[in-house]
């Protein structure tokens, strides 16, 4: 069955940098589209990032565009989200979420999360 | 961007009534290729979101049938045609036909009267 896992989060001073990691399993990781989804506390849903399949595009919120990168390695079934210069804003769990559509975003599977808290 | 504007915030229901849920786009979301790009999301209490209904109507497998998604251009609705108390949570309107960015609505909690 797909699985997606999470993990990399923590307490981190703003300013600092978190590198989170996704495990992928159950299916064809490097035939999907993948995202990250964010989640304040208390609050809704915010589209972070998507990488294609294949790696070769890659978009981002106007919110971490520029701090944060997306990335994937297939031979690892595994997705990244760099996140450089963070925020008290950027305080939320994080989602990676496949994507099986093909020309919208199908959000078919979520991960559990991981809790990103900035602060000093 | 996008913006989805989801009505009510909140939604007590008596267990057994049937509850609808309101969601407005800024823009019609009918993409060039014809389809309507628009889901809906459950969040129960401390999980993740759940995928309910795809492209306006369609049902998820493992979803129960009185889940129900309609609409079309701006306007959109899911509805409960009778509330359990497995359903209550948050839910989310998201739209994919214009992005990036995916944008998501605000969110609606159901909750048991």
């Known amino acids: 069955q797909v699985q997606l896992v999470e993990s990399g989060g923590g307490v981190v001073q703003p300013g600092r940098s978190l590198r989170l990691s996704c495990a992928a399993s159950?299916?064809?990781?490097?035939?999907?589209?993948m995202h990250w989804v964010r989640q304040a506390p208390g609050k809704g849903l915010e589209w972070v990032a998507v990488i294609w399949y294949d790696g070769t595009k890659k978009y981002y919120a106007d919110s971490v565009k520029g701090r944060f990168t997306i990335s994937r390695d297939s031979s690892k079934n595994t997705l990244y989200l760099q996140m450089n210069s963070l925020r008290d804003e950027d305080t939320a769990v994080y989602y990676c979420?496949?994507?099986?559509?093909?020309?919208?975003?199908?959000?078919?599977?979520w991960g559990r999360g991981t809790q990103v808290t900035v602060s000093s | 961007d996008i913006v989805m504007t989801q009505s009510p915030l909140s939604l007590p229901v008596t267990l057994g009534q049937p509850a609808s849920i309101s969601c407005r786009s800024s823009q019609s979301l009918v993409h060039s290729n014809g389809n309507t790009y628009l889901n809906w999301f459950q969040q129960r209490p401390g999980q993740s979101p759940r995928r309910l209904i795809y492209e306006v109507s369609k049902r998820d497998s493992g979803v129960p049938d009185r889940f129900s998604g309609s609409g079309s251009g701006t306007d959109f609705t899911l509805k409960i045609s009778r509330v359990e108390a497995e359903d209550v949570g948050v839910y989310y309107c998201?739209?994919?036909?214009?992005?990036?960015?995916?944008?998501f609505g605000g969110g609606t909690k159901v909750e048991i009267k």
């Open positions: 998201m739209q994919g036909t214009h992005w990036p960015p995916v944008t």
């Open positions: 979420v496949r994507d099986s559509g093909v020309i919208g975003p199908e959000f078919d599977y």
């Open positions: 159950g299916f064809i990781f490097s035939s999907y589209g």
